[in-house]
Each structure stands twice: as C-alpha cells, then as structure tokens.
C-alpha cells in the first residue's frame, strides 16, 4: 500500500518542484545577464546600483533554484522507479549535480565581479564560462537523458522527446554562441513540469492505467 501512496504523490511533487525550479532560475539568468552584461568596457564597472541589485537578487535566488532541480530530479527518478536503464540513470544523475555545482560556481564568479572591480574582468569572464559552456552542456546531458527515460517507459509524449532533444542540441552544440540560450533550459523543465502535473491529474481517476 505505501509504494502506491509514494507513486500518487510523485507526480505532483516532480511538478510542482521543476516550476519553481524553472521560475528561479530564469529569474537568475535573466538578472545576472543584466547585471553583469557579456563583453564591453562598462561591464566590469561594478558601481551601477541598478545592476549590483540585480545581481544581489540572482544570487538569493540561485540557491534555491539548486534545491529545487535536486527535488525536482529526485521525484523524477521516484516516478520511473525501478524500471530506468541504470546506465541512462547514472548520467542523468551525474549530469544533474554537476550542473548544479557549475551553477553554483557560475553565481560564485558573478558575485565576485560584482564585489571585486579590480577582478571584475576575471570574475565576469569566468562566470559566463561556467555557465554557458559547463553547466548548460550538463543542462543538455540532463536532458538527453531525462527525454530518454521518458521515452523508453512511455512517461513523455512523442512531442515532448522531440523538444527535449532539439533543446539538448542546441544546449549542447550552439549554446555559448548565443546570447540568452540559457533560457532553453529552464523553458524545457517548465513544459516537462506542467506536463507532469497534467499527467497526473488525468491518472488520478484511473490509477490502473497510470504510467
């Protein structure tokens, strides 16, 4: 009676938590891109209040976002269970932490650019690298990975696997070549999420055929 209970509550505990999850760090992109622009003489200046609030703001909301992707892989892997391919599920797993301590470094080097001007330069170059080039091709992984098992166990829709890929691809080959692709990733757990919730709710009435 209780792994039913467990798998009842999975998918509302998944959901919920990969929407806050994309939420904060979409915020956190968005504001950290504005307060520490990519390129240009002005970006160093650490001294612009506007700015320095925006990146203050990414950083409070930085480590929550962390937890919540934790959860959020957490409740994933409860509702597939033990029928992942353990291969695929140590990627994904591996995938996700690193990409949440690229992330937490990423943030790291942007609150140091924005403290210490004379490093500004370092901190801020250094930042954008770990997040545009390490922690979203972990994103990608992540992704491939997530969008595998869906598919395998029929958890994902056919167009949901599509756009898992095609957001992993450009993640993974395209991402630091422009500008604001970050969002691709938190989009992506967004509609996965939303697409959990909805999932199930329809299955609640008929738990028999629940995936």
Not at 24 to 46: E, K, M, S, T, W
Not at 98 to 119: D, E, I, R, Y
């Amino acid at each position: 009676m209780e792994p039913k209970s467990d798998r009842l509550r999975t998918p509302r505990a998944a959901g919920l938590a990969g929407i806050v999850f994309a939420v904060l760090l979409g915020a956190a992109i968005v504001l950290i891109r504005l307060g520490v622009p990519q390129g240009g003489v002005d970006a160093a200046d650490g001294t612009d209040p506007d700015r320095k609030r925006a990146v203050r703001v990414a950083l409070e909301l930085v480590p929550f976002a962390g937890i919540f992707f934790l959860w959020f892989m957490g409740a994933l892997r409860a509702r597939v269970g033990d029928a992942e391919d353990r291969f695929v599920a140590t990627v994904f797993m591996g995938s996700g932490l690193v990409f949440v301590a690229s992330l937490f470094g990423a943030a790291a080097a942007a609150g140091s650019a924005l403290n210490q001007p004379q490093t500004g330069e370092f901190g801020r170059h250094f930042a954008y690298t770990l997040l545009t080039t390490y922690a979203m091709r972990m994103a990608a992984v992540f992704i491939f990975a997530s969008s595998t098992i869906g598919h395998r166990l029929g958890v994902f829709p056919r167009w949901l696997g599509v756009l898992g890929y095609l957001s992993g691809l450009v993640l993974l080959f395209a991402g630091p070549a422009f500008p604001w692709s970050e969002l691709i990733f938190p989009f992506w757990s967004l509609v996965v999420s939303v697409h959990i919730l909805r999932a199930g709710l329809h299955a609640r009435p008929r738990k028999e055929g629940a995936v």
